[in-house]
């Protein structure tokens, strides 16, 4: 078992890893729409949340030799079932053909007061 942290994010605050490297799997734990560049919350927009989130994600498989491509599932844990059409609409976007195994989680509050969460499940690339 290997502990998956990107160089590009911070060190979490609480009692968990960004990511977890085990037997070819890849289990990224829920990522948050953070701005890198200033490690601050983002709270605008949900299309803009989603895609930061999805980049968050995006980072810590990048780090453990994988990448979206290679999800095999996610779950989104989203504060307002009403954003659920914009959320779908920017993950197609982000994700494109790709479709993996996905769950969507209505939550009444997210840290930060952020509007969504994604946690995810992905293989390492086959050529590595």
Same mark, same amino acid.
């Given at each position: 078992?290997?502990? $998956?942290?990107?160089?590009?994010?911070? /060190?979490?605050?609480?009692?968990? +890893?960004?990511? $977890?490297?085990?037997?070819?799997?890849?289990?990224? +734990?829920? /990522?948050?729409?953070?701005?890198? %560049?200033? &490690?601050?919350?983002?709270?605008? %927009?949900?299309? #803009?949340?989603? *895609?930061?989130?999805?980049?968050?994600? #995006? !980072?810590?498989? /990048?780090? !453990?030799?994988? %990448?979206? +491509?290679?999800?095999?599932?996610? =779950?989104?844990?989203?504060?307002?079932? #009403?954003?659920?059409?914009?959320?779908?609409?920017?993950?197609?976007?982000?994700?494109? #053909?790709?479709?993996?195994?996905?769950?969507?989680?209505?939550?009444? %509050?997210?840290?930060? *007061? =952020?509007? $969504? *969460? $994604?946690?995810?499940?992905?293989?390492?690339? &086959? *050529?590595?």
């Amino acid at each position: 078992m290997k502990t $998956i942290q990107p160089p590009t994010q911070p /060190q979490p605050k609480g009692h968990y +890893s960004p990511g $977890i490297e085990h037997n070819g799997l890849i289990y990224v +734990s829920g /990522q948050l729409p953070m701005t890198l %560049d200033t &490690r601050e919350p983002f709270t605008g %927009d949900i299309g #803009e949340q989603t *895609e930061l989130a999805l980049r968050n994600v #995006e !980072a810590v498989l /990048q780090s !453990a030799g994988s %990448d979206l +491509s290679q999800v095999l599932q996610m =779950t989104i844990y989203v504060s307002d079932m #009403e954003l659920w059409a914009a959320v779908n609409a920017k993950y197609a976007e982000v994700m494109g #053909e790709h479709r993996p195994a996905r769950a969507i989680v209505p939550v009444k %509050d997210l840290h930060f *007061e =952020t509007k $969504i *969460e $994604i946690q995810a499940i992905a293989c390492q690339n &086959r *050529e590595r």
